[in-house]
């Protein structure tokens, strides 16, 4: 019995480098040099695993467990093995995909959770940050039009363990910082300073 306690609390231990929240970033395929956005978010308790996306990427959430010391996080749909870990980034890799297929992912600071109401659905924002501006439309609970490309696309704002994740497809995912009037802050992890605003054109 001792010894099954011992594992136990010696794979807890273990599990602590992964434990919290990580957001996607790119699904990368270095033989070919495609970057592409991985549209996921999950979060990695003491031993369990969940993770979500938006309905157009993922259309079940996924719920498991993750064994650090063995390098596998693993659900009833995918298993993941661990290639990297530093203190604020994580590569994964599916098990039974090509070798050179990668995840990425940035672990979220609890800094960023956000219980605020937000209200995108028929709303036009100019979206912004210090090099990109564009005129954002949320259509309807799924679609949106941007001013920069003449198709609708799909989207989704996504509450996930106190933090709001915001979908635009082939976009690297949102964090949504803050709500300040009609100033909607969002930030993403690949840089420092990777911040935009989402302001409301009434």
């Known amino acids: 019995m001792s010894i099954v306690l011992i594992l136990i609390l010696f794979v807890g231990i273990t599990n602590n480098e992964l434990?919290?929240?990580?957001?996607?970033?790119?699904?990368?395929?270095?033989?070919i040099e495609a970057y592409l956005p991985y549209e996921r978010v999950m979060t990695l308790g003491n031993f369990s695993y969940f993770e979500q996306g938006p309905k157009y990427e993922l259309t079940k959430e996924r719920k498991g467990y993750f064994l650090n010391i063995f390098s596998i996080i693993k659900s009833e749909y995918n298993t993941y093995q661990v290639v990297t870990i530093n203190k604020d980034s994580l590569q994964l890799k599916n098990e039974f995909h090509i070798e050179s297929?990668?995840?990425?992912?940035?672990?979220?600071?609890?800094?960023?959770?956000?219980?605020?109401?937000?209200?995108?659905?028929g709303k036009k924002f100019l979206f912004s940050n210090y090099k990109v501006t564009d005129t954002i439309e949320f259509k309807n609970d799924s679609l949106f039009k941007s001013s920069s490309d003449k198709y609708l696309s799909d989207w989704k704002l996504i509450k996930h363990n106190g933090f709001q994740i915001l979908f635009l497809r082939d976009y690297l995912p949102f964090i949504v910082k803050n709500q300040n009037g009609n100033i909607i802050e969002l930030k993403r992890l690949e840089n420092i300073n990777d911040n935009y605003k989402m302001t409301e054109i009434k």
């Open 19 to 31: 434990k919290g929240t990580w957001i996607g970033e790119y699904s990368v395929h270095p033989d």
């Open 101 to 121: 297929n990668y995840k990425t992912f940035r672990r979220i600071d609890d800094s960023l959770k956000n219980n605020q109401k937000i209200g995108l659905v």
